[in-house]
Protein backbone atom coordinates (compact mmCIF):
# COMPACT_ATOMS: atom_id res chain seq x y z
CA UNK A 1 0.00 0.00 0.00
CA UNK A 2 0.92 3.50 -1.20
CA UNK A 3 1.38 5.28 2.41
CA UNK A 4 1.37 8.70 -0.03
CA UNK A 5 -2.34 8.20 -0.42
CA UNK A 6 -3.97 11.04 2.03
CA UNK A 7 -7.57 11.15 2.98
CA UNK A 8 -9.01 14.59 3.20
CA UNK A 9 -11.36 14.17 5.37
CA UNK A 10 -13.89 16.54 7.32
CA UNK A 11 -15.72 14.68 10.24
CA UNK A 12 -16.30 11.58 11.77
CA UNK A 13 -19.51 9.77 12.93
CA UNK A 14 -18.18 6.58 15.52
CA UNK A 15 -22.03 5.52 15.73
CA UNK A 16 -24.00 6.23 12.81
CA UNK A 17 -27.46 4.32 12.34
CA UNK A 18 -28.77 5.57 9.25
CA UNK A 19 -26.55 5.32 6.29
CA UNK A 20 -26.16 1.85 5.96
CA UNK A 21 -26.97 -1.51 7.46
CA UNK A 22 -26.16 -1.83 11.32
CA UNK A 23 -24.02 0.24 13.48
CA UNK A 24 -21.73 2.22 11.03
CA UNK A 25 -18.12 4.16 11.73
CA UNK A 26 -18.84 6.78 8.96
CA UNK A 27 -16.27 9.00 7.52
CA UNK A 28 -17.14 12.28 5.94
CA UNK A 29 -14.55 13.25 2.97
CA UNK A 30 -14.41 16.96 1.60
CA UNK A 31 -14.91 17.98 -1.82
CA UNK A 32 -18.20 18.16 -3.93
CA UNK A 33 -19.15 18.85 -7.41
CA UNK A 34 -22.34 19.27 -6.97
CA UNK A 35 -24.22 22.19 -5.18
CA UNK A 36 -27.05 20.88 -3.93
CA UNK A 37 -29.38 23.81 -2.67
CA UNK A 38 -30.43 21.90 0.37
CA UNK A 39 -27.26 20.92 1.24
CA UNK A 40 -26.50 20.10 4.91
CA UNK A 41 -22.84 19.72 4.43
CA UNK A 42 -22.02 22.85 2.49
CA UNK A 43 -18.91 22.74 4.71
CA UNK A 44 -17.67 19.73 2.60
CA UNK A 45 -17.12 22.05 -0.59
CA UNK A 46 -14.47 23.25 -2.09
CA UNK A 47 -11.77 25.45 -0.48
CA UNK A 48 -12.60 23.85 3.38
CA UNK A 49 -9.98 22.82 5.21
CA UNK A 50 -9.69 19.21 6.39
CA UNK A 51 -9.81 18.86 9.94
CA UNK A 52 -7.58 16.03 9.67
CA UNK A 53 -5.54 14.26 6.94
CA UNK A 54 -5.10 10.37 7.19
CA UNK A 55 -3.85 7.51 5.44
CA UNK A 56 -5.75 4.81 4.84
CA UNK A 57 -4.03 2.41 7.04
CA UNK A 58 -4.56 5.09 10.26
CA UNK A 59 -8.45 5.47 9.26
CA UNK A 60 -8.69 2.09 9.65
CA UNK A 61 -6.90 1.35 12.47
CA UNK A 62 -9.31 4.60 14.18
CA UNK A 63 -12.38 2.39 12.53
CA UNK A 64 -11.38 -0.94 13.83
CA UNK A 65 -11.49 -0.24 17.51
CA UNK A 66 -15.36 -0.13 17.40
CA UNK A 67 -15.80 -3.24 15.27
CA UNK A 68 -17.26 -4.71 18.41
CA UNK A 69 -20.26 -2.28 18.33
CA UNK A 70 -20.98 -3.45 14.74
CA UNK A 71 -22.58 -6.67 14.84
CA UNK A 72 -23.28 -8.69 11.87
CA UNK A 73 -24.50 -5.46 9.41
CA UNK A 74 -22.09 -2.57 10.27
CA UNK A 75 -19.25 -1.80 9.42
CA UNK A 76 -17.62 1.25 7.67
CA UNK A 77 -19.48 3.98 5.28
CA UNK A 78 -17.51 6.48 3.38
CA UNK A 79 -19.46 9.88 2.76
CA UNK A 80 -19.19 13.53 1.97
CA UNK A 81 -19.04 15.23 0.38
CA UNK A 82 -18.23 13.25 -2.68
CA UNK A 83 -16.41 10.35 -1.66
CA UNK A 84 -15.66 9.09 -4.81
CA UNK A 85 -13.69 12.42 -5.66
CA UNK A 86 -11.18 10.43 -3.66
CA UNK A 87 -11.10 6.99 -4.78
CA UNK A 88 -7.54 5.80 -3.84
CA UNK A 89 -7.85 6.34 -0.24
CA UNK A 90 -11.29 4.60 -0.36
CA UNK A 91 -9.80 1.63 -2.42
CA UNK A 92 -6.88 1.23 -0.08
CA UNK A 93 -8.78 1.68 2.83
CA UNK A 94 -11.46 -0.98 1.86
CA UNK A 95 -8.79 -3.63 1.13
CA UNK A 96 -7.65 -3.66 4.97
CA UNK A 97 -11.74 -3.73 5.89
CA UNK A 98 -11.89 -6.30 3.74
CA UNK A 99 -9.20 -8.50 5.04
CA UNK A 100 -10.81 -8.40 8.57
CA UNK A 101 -14.49 -9.47 7.55
CA UNK A 102 -15.64 -5.56 7.65
CA UNK A 103 -18.39 -4.67 5.92
CA UNK A 104 -17.96 -1.62 3.53
CA UNK A 105 -19.83 0.99 2.06
CA UNK A 106 -20.28 4.09 -0.31
CA UNK A 107 -22.98 6.81 0.05
CA UNK A 108 -22.39 9.01 -3.14
CA UNK A 109 -24.61 10.93 -5.71
CA UNK A 110 -22.30 9.96 -8.34
CA UNK A 111 -21.43 13.00 -9.53
CA UNK A 112 -17.95 12.31 -10.70
CA UNK A 113 -18.33 8.96 -12.17
CA UNK A 114 -17.67 8.25 -15.68
CA UNK A 115 -16.84 5.42 -17.89
CA UNK A 116 -13.68 6.90 -18.82
CA UNK A 117 -10.46 6.13 -18.35
CA UNK A 118 -8.09 6.46 -15.27
CA UNK A 119 -11.29 6.73 -13.50
CA UNK A 120 -13.46 3.27 -14.44
CA UNK A 121 -10.94 1.25 -14.02
CA UNK A 122 -10.45 2.75 -10.76
CA UNK A 123 -14.01 2.50 -9.89
CA UNK A 124 -14.07 -1.37 -11.12
CA UNK A 125 -10.96 -2.08 -8.95
CA UNK A 126 -12.70 -0.06 -5.72
CA UNK A 127 -16.03 -2.37 -6.47
CA UNK A 128 -13.76 -5.52 -5.83
CA UNK A 129 -14.32 -4.41 -1.99
CA UNK A 130 -17.65 -2.59 -1.71
CA UNK A 131 -20.35 -4.07 -0.79
CA UNK A 132 -22.75 -1.43 -0.61
CA UNK A 133 -23.42 1.78 -2.09
CA UNK A 134 -26.02 4.31 -1.39
CA UNK A 135 -26.71 5.89 -4.28
CA UNK A 136 -28.39 9.51 -4.02
CA UNK A 137 -30.54 10.33 -7.12
CA UNK A 138 -31.18 14.16 -6.62
CA UNK A 139 -33.89 14.18 -9.29
CA UNK A 140 -34.62 12.12 -12.52
CA UNK A 141 -35.38 14.76 -14.78
CA UNK A 142 -32.01 15.72 -15.95
CA UNK A 143 -33.01 19.91 -16.89
CA UNK A 144 -34.83 20.16 -12.96
CA UNK A 145 -31.31 18.43 -11.65
CA UNK A 146 -29.01 21.09 -13.14
CA UNK A 147 -30.95 23.76 -11.64
CA UNK A 148 -31.01 21.70 -8.14
CA UNK A 149 -27.76 20.94 -8.14
CA UNK A 150 -25.97 22.98 -10.68
CA UNK A 151 -24.82 19.83 -12.55
CA UNK A 152 -26.84 17.17 -14.93
CA UNK A 153 -27.74 13.33 -14.02
CA UNK A 154 -26.65 11.67 -17.29
CA UNK A 155 -23.41 10.17 -15.99
CA UNK A 156 -25.14 9.84 -12.52
CA UNK A 157 -27.87 7.79 -13.86
CA UNK A 158 -24.91 6.28 -15.79
CA UNK A 159 -23.57 5.04 -12.68
CA UNK A 160 -26.74 3.14 -11.56
CA UNK A 161 -27.28 1.84 -14.84
CA UNK A 162 -23.35 0.30 -14.41
CA UNK A 163 -24.05 -0.83 -11.14
CA UNK A 164 -26.90 -2.93 -12.28
CA UNK A 165 -24.47 -4.60 -14.65
CA UNK A 166 -22.21 -6.06 -12.89
CA UNK A 167 -24.54 -6.87 -10.12
CA UNK A 168 -23.44 -4.22 -7.69
CA UNK A 169 -25.59 -3.98 -4.19
CA UNK A 170 -27.01 -0.85 -3.98
CA UNK A 171 -29.49 1.33 -2.24
CA UNK A 172 -31.19 4.31 -3.67
CA UNK A 173 -31.87 7.22 -2.04
CA UNK A 174 -34.30 10.25 -2.70
CA UNK A 175 -34.36 13.77 -0.51
CA UNK A 176 -38.20 14.95 -1.47
CA UNK A 177 -38.07 18.61 -1.63
CA UNK A 178 -41.26 20.34 -1.65
CA UNK A 179 -42.58 21.82 -5.40
CA UNK A 180 -39.39 20.59 -6.75
CA UNK A 181 -39.07 17.17 -6.51
CA UNK A 182 -42.10 15.59 -4.49
CA UNK A 183 -44.27 15.70 -7.88
CA UNK A 184 -46.13 12.49 -9.08
CA UNK A 185 -44.49 13.10 -12.33
CA UNK A 186 -41.23 12.85 -11.33
CA UNK A 187 -41.85 10.00 -8.61
CA UNK A 188 -43.45 7.94 -11.52
CA UNK A 189 -40.52 8.43 -13.57
CA UNK A 190 -38.19 7.70 -10.94
CA UNK A 191 -39.72 4.45 -9.99
CA UNK A 192 -39.72 3.43 -13.60
CA UNK A 193 -36.04 3.98 -13.43
CA UNK A 194 -35.42 2.08 -10.88
CA UNK A 195 -37.50 -0.77 -11.28
CA UNK A 196 -35.51 -1.04 -14.59
CA UNK A 197 -32.05 -2.16 -12.48
CA UNK A 198 -31.94 -5.40 -11.18
CA UNK A 199 -29.46 -4.68 -7.87
CA UNK A 200 -31.41 -2.39 -5.67
CA UNK A 201 -31.65 -3.96 -2.44
CA UNK A 202 -33.80 -0.83 -0.54
CA UNK A 203 -35.13 2.70 -1.60
CA UNK A 204 -35.35 5.24 1.18
CA UNK A 205 -37.34 8.66 0.89
CA UNK A 206 -35.43 11.23 2.85
CA UNK A 207 -37.39 13.96 3.72
CA UNK A 208 -35.81 17.73 2.88
CA UNK A 209 -35.04 19.57 6.43
CA UNK A 210 -33.38 22.81 7.74
CA UNK A 211 -31.37 21.69 10.24
CA UNK A 212 -28.38 22.52 8.19
CA UNK A 213 -28.85 26.19 7.39
CA UNK A 214 -26.88 27.64 9.90
CA UNK A 215 -23.71 26.38 7.96
CA UNK A 216 -25.02 28.16 5.43
CA UNK A 217 -25.05 31.47 7.30
CA UNK A 218 -21.94 30.99 8.75
CA UNK A 219 -19.92 30.74 5.28
CA UNK A 220 -21.91 33.46 4.16
CA UNK A 221 -23.64 31.64 1.51
CA UNK A 222 -27.47 32.98 -0.11
CA UNK A 223 -29.61 29.83 1.40
CA UNK A 224 -31.37 29.26 -2.04
CA UNK A 225 -34.10 27.08 -0.69
CA UNK A 226 -35.55 30.19 2.28
CA UNK A 227 -38.83 29.48 2.53
CA UNK A 228 -39.65 25.77 1.53
CA UNK A 229 -40.75 23.95 4.63
CA UNK A 230 -40.12 19.97 5.10
CA UNK A 231 -42.83 17.63 3.32
CA UNK A 232 -46.06 17.01 5.11
CA UNK A 233 -46.41 13.46 6.48
CA UNK A 234 -49.24 12.47 3.52
CA UNK A 235 -46.67 13.88 0.80
CA UNK A 236 -43.66 11.40 2.08
CA UNK A 237 -46.29 8.85 2.04
CA UNK A 238 -47.23 9.57 -1.20
CA UNK A 239 -43.61 9.33 -2.71
CA UNK A 240 -43.16 5.90 -0.82
CA UNK A 241 -46.44 4.82 -2.72
CA UNK A 242 -45.84 6.06 -6.13
CA UNK A 243 -41.62 4.56 -5.40
CA UNK A 244 -43.29 1.40 -4.25
CA UNK A 245 -40.31 1.30 -1.37
CA UNK A 246 -42.13 -1.88 0.00
CA UNK A 247 -41.38 -3.46 -3.18
CA UNK A 248 -37.72 -4.25 -2.14
CA UNK A 249 -36.17 -5.71 0.70
CA UNK A 250 -33.71 -5.18 2.96
CA UNK A 251 -29.82 -5.42 2.48
CA UNK A 252 -28.45 -8.32 4.32
CA UNK A 253 -24.66 -9.28 4.29
CA UNK A 254 -24.58 -12.89 2.72
Not at 65 to 93: N, V
Not at 235 to 246: I, S, T
Request: glycine share 6%; charged share 25%.
Amino acid sequence: MDNKIMGAVHSIESFGSVDGPGIRYIYFLLGCPLRCKFCHNPDTWANAKATMELTPQEAFFRAIKYKSYWGHDGGITISGGEPLLQIDFITELFKLAKKEGVNTCIDTSGANFTREEPFFSKFNELMKYTDLLLVDIKHINDEEHIKLTGKSNKNILDMAKYLSEIDQPVWIRHVLVPGISDKDEYLIELDKFINSLNNVKKVEVLPYHTLGTFKWEELNIPYQLEGIKPPVKERVENAKRLLHVDRYTRYLDN
